[in-house]
């Protein structure tokens, strides 16, 4: 299944910039199988680019290259963008996520004042005349690792950047099937999108102009530093036991 709408180039998902086109043939993966290509642009935005926070959620997807960190919406973008240079299938699927998803990695200062839902999404990808969702590339191996280490023996988690109930073995490596570790944060179901671009003209972060202007230069700033700690196993304390939900 090829629809166009699901392969185009759009502002955001803009997969012809000279630096997204670079890192394909740098790295060959235009030879490789479908399978393969999905897998090896899943693992790149997946553990090459971190987990962190980019200026805004409609962020191109060569600057979130450029950046070189994401989050599960950003990250979604560039991914959408590798794949559909390597004329695979994709589309949206856009949600909100409950505030207590980002606890630990939001500043205790900021939390109480964070909206109540975060805008979200995961990426479906078309393989085999299915439509695989992807959700599993958000979290960076050594982050992901820290927290595992952190809440050992503990299954159930939604704090710190995860929403999980199988925190020890989360499915979150391309073999093919779906893929997630922010699942159980979800608290509402936007639907289908062909782009991103689709998406954020529909559904935008409840912001006042403020405290979007905190957020874009002081609060992301102090987020990313906290989360640099946690993947150096330096766990911010948060009032619930344990990171549990």
Known sequence: MKDHNYLAQTQLLDFQSQSI???IHARNWQDLTE?????AAYTFVQNEIKFGYNRADNTPASNVLKDGYGQCNTKGTLLMALLRALNIACRLHGFTIKKSLQRGVVPELVYAIAPNSILHSWVEVNY???????????LDTPFLEQLQQEFAGQSSICAYGAGTDCLEDPKVDWNGTDTYIQR???NKD???FDSPDQFYANHKQAFSPLKNWLYQHVIRHWMNKRVEKLRQGIIP???TKKGAH
């Open 21 to 23: 086109q670079d890192l």
């Open 35 to 39: 399978h393969d290509k999905i897998g």
């Open 128 to 138: 085999q005349d299915k439509w695989i969702n992807l959700e599993g590339f958000i």
């Open 184 to 186: 159980t944060g979800i």
């Open 190 to 192: 936007f639907g289908l």
């Open 237 to 239: 304390s948060i009032p």
